[in-house]
């Protein structure tokens, strides 16, 4: 069973940055995709970004390519966001997520195709 521990979360003004930690159980941690999805007020809840079991692969919503890098290290079963030039709009709650099935395809920007969660981290961008 994984379980999944964000940290992180604060307040930064926009064009800060900060970088998200999540520590997983490690029992199937260099198997599984790893990923963010984050969930403002109101709003539902959307993909951020996710990585391959390797750390090869790496996909992004587009609203954060270019300011986003998910990066993980399997020998210490962490996944990482570093999120640059903050903008108010990316004010949520960002959840780490764990997939069993290690292959991107057209569901991996839902919901549904993450087995694990963790309880999520409140990230907010002043303007």
């Known amino acids: 069973q994984v379980q999944l521990v964000e940290s992180g979360g604060g307040l930064v003004q926009a064009g800060g940055s900060l970088r998200l930690s999540c520590a997983a159980s490690g029992r199937t941690f260099t198997r599984d995709a790893m990923g963010w999805f984050r969930q403002a007020p109101g709003k539902e809840r959307e993909f951020v970004a996710r990585i391959s079991s390797s750390g090869i692969f790496k996909y992004y919503q587009d609203s954060v390519k270019g300011r986003f890098t998910i990066s993980r290290d399997n020998a210490k079963s962490t996944v990482f966001l570093q999120m640059n030039t903050l903008k108010p709009e990316d004010t949520a709650v960002y959840y780490c997520?764990?997939?069993?099935?290690?292959?991107?395809?057209?569901?991996?920007?839902?919901?549904?195709?993450?087995?694990?969660w963790g309880q999520g981290t409140q990230v907010t961008v002043s303007s």
């Open positions: 997520v764990a997939a069993r099935t290690d292959s991107w395809d057209s569901n991996s920007y839902r919901v549904s195709a993450y087995d694990y």
